[in-house]
Antibody, heavy 117, light 110 residues
Framework: EVQLVQSGAEVKKPGESLKISCKGT????????VGWVRQMPGQGLEWMGS????????RYGPSFEGQVTISADKSINTAYLQWNILQASDTAIYYC??????????WGQGTLVTVSS | QSALTQPPSASGSPGQSVTISCTGT?????????VSWYQQLPGKAPKLILY???KRPSGVPDRFSGSKSGNTASLTVSGLQAEDEADYYC??????????FGGGTKVTVL
């Protein structure tokens, strides 16, 4: 069974750093792109970027380039989303999803990130 | 790369049909056949319900159908049921392995 299991909820202060994870199981992790999607409170879905775990080729949405880093460790079938300096506006649910033929067919359960002083 | 345009809300009575539009540009919806639709129930992760404009993943009822004309794609839910009440998002491939989502449409079953 294909599953994407994300790390747990985080509460951080502005200016802190954070790295959340997404572990893929039940499929060959290195054969599929993994995407990250943001959902701010009460808002819609925003594509942040994707990574191909086999070679760590990463692409970013224009609003997120330079703001976050997407990485992967294929030895443990895990993708990551990282911030160096969190802002209150980063408060959101972050989803990872497996990409197949330009679609996201399996999704993680979401990671709630709360940034508040 | 702007978000695709969807109406914020749509509604229908049980058994009726509702159609949601998704308007992009010649660089995304109009350029590729890779339009997908996602259903998000309250408090849940999105679920893929249509891909490549009109293909349904296994297990998705045939009440869900899709089409595309020019820069606009559409999702139709026929025979509306109470369980269809959710937020629906379109998404399109936008070249160079980039994607864009629509703003979402809240479907209410009256």
């Amino acid at each position: 069974e294909v599953q994407l299991v994300q790390s747990g909820a985080e509460v951080k202060k502005p200016g802190e750093s954070l790295k959340i994870s997404c572990k893929g199981t039940g499929y060959t992790f290195t054969n599929y792109w993994v995407g990250w999607v943001r959902q701010m409170p009460g808002q819609g879905l925003e594509w942040m970027g994707s990574i191909y775990p086999d070679d760590s080729d990463a692409r970013y949405g224009p609003s997120f380039e330079g703001q976050v880093t997407i990485s992967a460790d294929k030895s443990i079938n895990t993708a990551y989303l990282q911030w160096n300096i969190l802002q209150a506006s980063d408060t959101a649910i972050y989803y990872c999803a497996r990409q197949i033929n330009w679609n996201y067919d399996y999704w993680g359960q979401g990671t709630l990130v709360t940034v508040s002083s | 790369q702007s978000a695709l345009t969807q109406p914020p809300s749509a509604s229908g009575s049980p058994g009726q049909s509702v159609t949601i539009s998704c308007t992009g540009t010649s660089s995304d919806v109009g350029a590729y056949h890779y339009v997908s639709w996602y259903q998000q129930l309250p408090g849940k992760a999105p679920k893929l319900i249509l891909y490549e404009v009109n293909k349904r993943p296994s297990g998705v009822p045939d009440r869900f159908s899709g089409s595309k004309s020019g820069n606009t794609a559409s999702l139709t839910v026929s025979g509306l049921q109470a369980e269809d009440e959710a937020d629906y998002y379109c998404s399109s491939y936008a070249g160079r392995n980039k994607r864009v989502f629509g703003g979402g449409t809240k479907v209410t079953v009256l």
